[in-house]
Nanobody, 124 residues
């Protein structure tokens, strides 16, 4: 079992920045591929970014490339999402997820464990 707890969400003005964190416990963090998803109000949850076990490979959905940065600290069992130049359309609940799979994963069913999410609200 893996427990994931997100933090760092909140209210920010358009153009601002936030850094989300996800603290993991229950299993060796470095054995997990990690990802971020988000669910905007009234919409389905969607993939945002993923990072390999060692942190040497990252993948992003097109709409956040160059704007968001996913990273991890395996010594601290923590995943991060740095979000810059935030826009109102980035408003969503952001979820941390962990996968036992190797390689590129971006579908919800490829992730085994989920946090409860943290709300990010971007005001215009």
């Amino acid at each position: 079992q893996v427990q994931l707890v997100e933090s760092g969400g909140g209210l920010v003005q358009a153009g601002g920045s936030l850094r989300l964190s996800c603290a993991a416990s229950g299993r060796i963090f470095s054995s997990l591929t990690m990802g971020w998803f988000r669910q905007a109000p009234g919409k389905d949850r969607k993939f945002v970014a993923t990072i390999s076990r060692r942190g040497d490979r990252t993948y992003y959905t097109g709409s956040v490339k160059g704007q968001f940065t996913i990273s991890r600290d395996n010594a601290k069992n923590t995943l991060y999402l740095q979000m810059n130049s935030l826009k109102p359309e980035d408003t969503a609940v952001y979820y941390c997820a962990a996968s036992s799979a190797l390689g590129y994963v971006n579908r919800e069913d490829e992730f085994d464990y989920w946090g409860k999410g943290t709300l990010v609200t971007v005001s215009s």
